[in-house]
């Protein structure tokens, strides 16, 4: 009786390995295993042309795809740059910006060219009056203003220097 079912086993499965089904079937595994080789080294082309600049570090990422079929990616996948060229671009632009809003030319002190901001009533490094903090807002205003823009109080002629930015001006000679 055992002998029988193995006769039967052996008999199947050489008749199944030696089936035209079994060939098509690892046929096909093969061809979608060299596919899907193929795609990630594509994968790992697309996905290093966002993040790296040099045409040789693209290369040799996609070498590694290629000679070490899926353990090249993942390790391409581990060591690739961590962001997209275009938000570093995107950052540094954001960066270059905010430096120019700061060190603009028209934001400099007139006296010693220190940048500084619009709001700023003196210039924090050789303390020269920029602007003059209205007496009703106490927002920055122009010297040459005759009202404030903020809150439509009449400056009579050119601003006045308000009592809280003298306070402000003596406590920076007791902190010099
Ligand atoms: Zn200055
Ligand atoms: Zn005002």
């Not at 961590?82 to 995107?90: G, I, R, S, T």
């Not at 700061?102 to 007139?110: E, F, H, I, K, S």
């Not at 003196?122 to 303390?127: A, E, I, T, Y």
Request: with cysteine; proline share 6%.
């Amino acid at each position: 009786m055992n002998f029988l079912i193995m006769q039967t086993e052996t008999a199947d499965s050489t008749s199944f390995f030696d089936s035209s089904w079994w060939k098509f079937t690892t046929m096909m595994s093969k061809a979608l295993l060299v596919a899907m080789w193929l795609a990630l080294a594509f994968w790992t082309y697309k996905d290093a042309k966002r993040r790296i600049t040099d045409p040789m570090m693209i290369g040799v990422a996609v070498a590694t795809s290629l000679i070490f079929p899926y353990v090249g990616t993942l390790f391409y996948v581990i060591l690739r740059p961590p962001e997209y060229l275009e938000d570093v671009l995107e950052r540094d632009l954001e960066i270059r910006a905010r430096e120019q809003e700061l060190v603009g030319g028209a934001n400099r002190c007139p006296a010693c060219r220190t940048p500084v901001r619009d709001d700023y009533l003196v210039c924090p490094k050789c303390r020269r009056e920029l602007k003059v903090a209205c007496a009703s807002c106490a927002k920055p205003l122009d010297p040459s203003w005759k009202v404030c823009p903020y809150c439509a109080h009449e400056t009579s002629g050119g601003a006045r220097r308000a009592p809280a930015k003298a306070t402000i001006a003596e406590e920076d000679e007791l902190f010099a």
